[in-house]
T-cell receptor, first 116, second 113 residues
Framework: EPEVTQTPSHQVTQMGQEVILRCVPI?????FYWYRQILGQKVEFLVS????????KSEIFDDQFSVERPDGSNFTLKIRSTKLEDSAMYFC??????????????FGEGSRLTVL | GNSVTQMEGPVTLSEEAFLTINCTYT??????LFWYVQYPGEGLQLLLK?????DKGSNKGFEATYRKETTSFHLEKGSVQVSDSAVYFC????????????FGAGTRLFVKA
């Protein structure tokens, strides 16, 4: 069964360092997303991406964040200069259709980011 | 704006007990509604969905009915098992365009043997 894969599963970094989280969405999906979950709490939307550009982003997704689909299979989230409050589980998701009636999301297992 | 409110947890039940997790929503237009489940140490996975009023989603013994009049999508299961212990998230997608799934805060369920 096709699945979304994420790497690394866990990353520890120093405050101020750059971090790149990688995702391989399901191959025939067109819509890609990043969500984060702080300490098992609410799942927060960060950004959605379609047709090689950002479709929507939240207030959390400020200038420190960027996304890229560099090669047609990977979908990356970059945090330019990490802060302590960026410590969270970051989930990549993909869907076959947009925010429509069957827009169910397929999630990866998550990348845990710890900022020291 | 669009939002999802679900009952606070944790919910602790004995095996074979009846489960209800309440979920209500606020949305413009007619959203599609979802329940996602997160098992310990894993990502979220879709449990069930309903795309229009009066639809009933069901999967693995869980059910939820899309109630437009009460803007609710309560999750129910007649007889829970220890393996159902997880966090359950109610969610919606706007059907008026847009790409964002909006999640509730999640309800943690513990089932004791």
């Amino acid at each position: 069964e096709p699945e979304v894969t994420q790497t690394p599963s866990h990353q520890v970094t120093q405050m101020g360092q750059e971090v790149i989280l990688r995702c391989v969405p399901i191959s025939n999906h067109l819509y890609f997303y990043w969500y984060r979950q702080i300490l098992g709490q609410k799942v927060e939307f960060l950004v959605s991406f379609y047709n090689n550009e950002i479709s929507e982003k939240s207030e959390i997704f400020d200038d420190q964040f960027s996304v890229e689909r560099p090669d047609g299979s990977n979908f990356t989230l970059k945090i330019r200069s990490t802060k302590l409050e960026d410590s969270a589980m970051y989930f990549c998701a993909s869907s076959g259709v947009a925010g429509g009636s069957t827009g169910e999301l397929f999630f990866g297992e998550g990348s845990r980011l710890t900022v020291l | 704006g669009n939002s999802v409110t679900q009952m606070e947890g944790p919910v602790t039940l004995s095996e074979e007990a009846f489960l209800t997790i309440n979920c209500t929503y606020t949305a413009t237009g007619y959203p599609s509604l979802f329940w996602y489940v997160q098992y310990p140490g894993e990502g979220l996975q879709l449990l069930l969905k309903a795309t229009k009023a009066d639809d009933k989603g069901s999967n693995k013994g869980f059910e939820a009915t899309y109630r437009k009049e009460t803007t609710s999508f309560h999750l129910e299961k007649g007889s829970v098992q220890v393996s159902d212990s997880a966090v359950y998230f109610c969610a919606l997608i706007r059907n008026t365009g847009g790409f964002k799934t909006i999640f509730g805060a999640g309800t943690r369920l513990f089932v004791k043997a």
